[in-house]
């Protein structure tokens, strides 16, 4: 008698042809249609139980905190979001409503120091856990997790089981020691960071052309890499940058780029009635939970990772993009040739800069978190 439920938060569903790829047919095929199923966020019977001693709004599927015996079976490897995936990061993402969701995919907690380099130890982190706690506790349930930690190619190098506390405890060193990379050549801090953006990577096609998803993914790798840099680094990114939304899977993204163009800041932006408008819009919503789109309010938790590097760098340069207006509204600077890029980089590091290049970081697996020999 088991249900196997996605636990895919804001992101689209899973349709019956991905699970067939994802899991094969011989364990889908014994589970579908009826006790295979996507958690939706929207779901009218979300269940919410109040506030936690943080703050945090605390929604989980009811489904789940309903059963006998709920199992929560994830990954554990490197993560600018909490420091680590899986544990119970998964209960307070993958299983929550969107205002559970908005407590910690926010400026207030992502733009923190402690936000940079994949630290376990931040404040989001303790989000995780105060959420995933008030949860067990308001439920009476017992959460176990099954986390494997994966290599470079998703390969399993261990695999721990039990209580989702003792879980994180038992997995966080060996992900640490895959996951967290010192630079041996690099003595002291870089003071640039190249980044490659493909097309096409985790979130789904035109991650790297639709400007909200393009610039989390620099947010996200300037993370990874803030203990390998000065504290004002230069980020030199290569897209294209053609403005494809791709509203087949992101419908509310165009909207709310749109929208945002009309704020200051993107924290004004995003605690704006406005933002919130398009965050609950009913056709957007609707669309995620029957029509495999992503919920709107996964644009605003884009943006606020998008600005971190705004915050803390020097300047952006987004080199190749083919409507280089959309790349400058960001606040990037445009420029056609990576030399041109270099050259004009030059103005704030010196004449001889250290360059981190990573230009394999969404094409070659499981990313790192690096650090210079130098640094703390």
């Not at 390969?155 to 020691?177: C, H, M, N, R, Y």
């Not at 993204?253 to 009635?273: G, V, W």
Request: charged share 20%; proline share 6%.
């Amino acid at each position: 008698d088991i249900t196997l439920v996605c636990a895919q938060g804001l992101h689209r569903r899973n349709t019956y042809e991905e699970w067939l790829w994802y899991l094969g047919p011989e364990i889908v095929n014994n589970f579908w249609p009826d006790r295979i199923v996507n958690h939706d966020a929207e779901d009218p019977n979300i269940l919410d139980l109040g506030i936690d001693e943080m703050g945090n709004v605390v929604q989980t599927n009811a489904f789940v905190a309903s059963v006998d015996i709920p199992i929560l079976i994830g990954h554990c490897a490197a993560n600018p979001y909490g420091g680590y995936s899986g544990g119970y990061k998964m209960l307070a993402t993958g299983l929550a409503g969107r205002e559970s969701i908005a407590s910690h995919h926010t400026p207030k907690t992502m733009l923190r120091p402690d936000w940079l380099g994949g630290a376990a130890k931040s404040r989001m982190r303790d989000q995780f856990k105060s959420i995933g706690e008030s949860i067990v506790k308001k439920t009476g349930k017992s959460y176990y997790t099954v986390d494997a930690v994966i290599g470079r190619t998703a390969d399993i190098l261990d695999v721990k089981a039990g209580l989702t506390s003792e879980v994180e405890q038992a997995t966080w060193p060996l992900a640490s020691q895959r996951s967290n990379i010192v630079l041996n050549d690099l003595i002291e801090p870089a003071d640039i960071l190249v980044i490659g953006l493909p097309r096409d990577f985790h979130y789904g096609p035109g991650m790297g052309t639709n400007p909200i998803l393009m610039s989390l993914a620099i947010g996200v790798q300037y993370s990874r890499c803030a203990k390998a840099l000065r504290p004002d680094p230069v980020i030199i990114a290569i897209s294209s940058c053609d403005g494809w939304f791709n509203s087949s899977w992101f419908p509310s993204y165009e909207e709310t780029f749109q929208s945002l163009q009309e704020y200051s800041s993107a924290s004004e932006f995003l605690m704006s009635d406005e933002a919130l408008r398009i965050s609950t819009d009913n056709e957007y919503c609707y669309s995620y939970s029957n029509r495999y789109t992503y919920h709107p309010f996964h644009a605003m938790s884009m943006i606020s990772g998008g600005s971190v590097p705004l915050k803390w760098c020097s300047n952006i340069y987004m080199v190749g993009a083919k409507r280089p207006g959309i790349a400058r509204t960001i606040g990037y600077t445009t420029m056609a040739k990576f030399d041109d890029a270099l050259k004009d980089a030059k103005r704030y590091v010196g004449d001889n800069p250290r360059i981190l290049c990573t230009p394999e970081c969404y094409s070659g697996g499981m990313p790192v978190n690096v650090k210079c020999s130098g640094s703390k």
